[in-house]
């Protein structure tokens, strides 16, 4: 190159436009040739870059957020060149080692610095845009959230290009910018504390898979039950569903726990678990009229067939006992009744699953009583787990078990 600049002054010498004794002239005439071939090749890389832009559009369909980011690619490579045309050409206005030359040559190689980080972060966008689509495409479920990632190598970009310029800046190696830095580490540490928290936590998640962009998560320290829009190495945006958004940094998610919905969703299982309170005093054995009422009832009829239980008869002929005392010894209570009742009546529902792993238990059972009654547990799970359907099926089952609680004889208690 240096024997291209030496060439280019001699045909200016000969053709008489310079006079060969370094005078402000000559340094004019040097430095407005520098910037008309400067704007040449400015000019002639950005056509090229439009041009492979519009023949890679026609060859292949992009989305309009990728059009976007391959036109930033393109720009940063374009805008490369014409840097290193000045570098090429300053001794054409400038002697080499003279201060102007210094103070130019760092700001060009500053610039160039700049742009190729700047074409590298593009890059890390670029690919992040096209990885993300095809994902979508292909409706990848295992996909996680990668966008930490890139913005951790974005951040690894502009920390090499702020050494490395300042390197430049101050004619000292990287490696010696480096060591001073070291002396101030606990001091950058402190400033970056909330930066490096949310880093580190960013990467955690990401390693243990704890958080993806669409899950529902509820967290009600902090008032969130929605679903997550986007993570970033500072943020976690969360949609709630009363629409509307709260951010908080990745580090919140690890010191403060969260329910991930996830699981259940991929499980298509959802779990219903409710009580109604039972007036303790409504509980005795069944009466044989009662018996036969409850047998109507086409769910318990083999149920009371197999029991196997002698109604009680309408007098107690050479028997001791009275028809109480036989109905004590002999007959199930109403809540006993009703307890089966309930357990049969939610298998039936059409939305009811199970599994042979005991993972998806369903059963009915008794919790401790207390001054408001005897809480009756209803547990099972629901295919419909989307909310909707899924309170419709919740409000259903229990509007039909509060209206038979008093076809058995019993009462719920209620206070007035």
Not at 236 to 245: E, P, S
Request: net charge positive.
């Amino acid at each position: 190159m240096k024997e291209l600049v030496i060439g280019i002054q001699d045909y200016l010498f000969n053709i008489g436009l310079l006079n060969g004794d370094g005078s402000i002239h000559d340094k004019l005439i040097g430095l407005l040739i520098i910037i008309i071939l400067t704007a040449i090749c400015d000019i002639v890389c950005r056509q090229i870059a439009m041009l492979v832009l519009h023949i890679h559009s026609k060859l292949k369909k992009k989305t309009e957020e990728e059009s976007t980011q391959h036109k930033k690619l393109l720009k940063s490579v374009a805008a490369i060149f014409p840097a290193f045309v000045i570098n090429i050409f300053l001794p054409l206005a400038f002697e080499e080692g003279s201060d102007w030359y210094r103070w130019i040559n760092k700001l060009c190689n500053i610039y160039i610095l700049v742009m190729i980080a700047l074409f590298l972060s593009s890059l890390v966008s670029f690919i992040r845009i096209k990885y993300t689509t095809k994902n979508d495409t292909q409706r990848n479920n295992n996909n996680i959230p990668l966008t930490i990632l890139y913005q951790i190598i974005k951040y690894i970009i502009v920390i090499i290009s702020i050494i490395i310029g300042a390197s430049i800046l101050l004619d000292k190696s990287p490696q010696a910018f480096l060591t001073g830095l070291g002396a101030s580490a606990a001091v950058l540490t402190f400033i970056f504390k909330d930066t490096i928290l949310s880093l580190v936590a960013g990467i955690q998640l990401i390693s243990n898979k704890m958080l993806q962009p669409g899950d529902w998560i509820t967290i009600p320290k902090h008032n969130i039950n929605g679903r997550v829009k986007k993570i970033t190495i500072n943020t976690v945006k969360i949609k709630n569903f009363d629409n509307t958004t709260i951010t908080i940094p990745p580090s919140t998610l690890l010191n403060d726990s969260f329910q991930n919905w996830k699981t259940m969703e991929k499980s298509g299982a959802r779990r219903i678990m409710r009580s109604i309170n039972i007036d303790m005093h409504s509980i005795h054995f069944c009466s044989a009229d009662e018996l036969k009422k409850i047998k109507s009832i086409s769910l318990m009829k083999p149920y009371l067939e197999k029991l196997n239980k002698n109604i009680v008869p309408s007098t107690n002929k050479g028997k001791n006992k009275s028809n109480e005392e036989v109905a004590i010894d002999q007959n199930p209570t109403n809540l006993e009744l009703f307890t089966y009742y309930l357990e049969t009546y939610i298998t039936q529902i059409p939305s009811f699953v199970t599994d042979n792993d005991n993972e998806l238990l369903h059963m009915v059972r008794q919790l401790q009583p207390t001054e408001n009654g005897l809480p009756i547990e209803i547990y099972f799970f629901t295919s419909e787990y989307k909310w909707k359907r899924y309170e419709k099926v919740q409000s259903d089952t229990f509007a039909h078990i509060l209206a038979m609680v008093n076809y058995f004889g019993l009462s719920v208690v209620q206070r007035v």
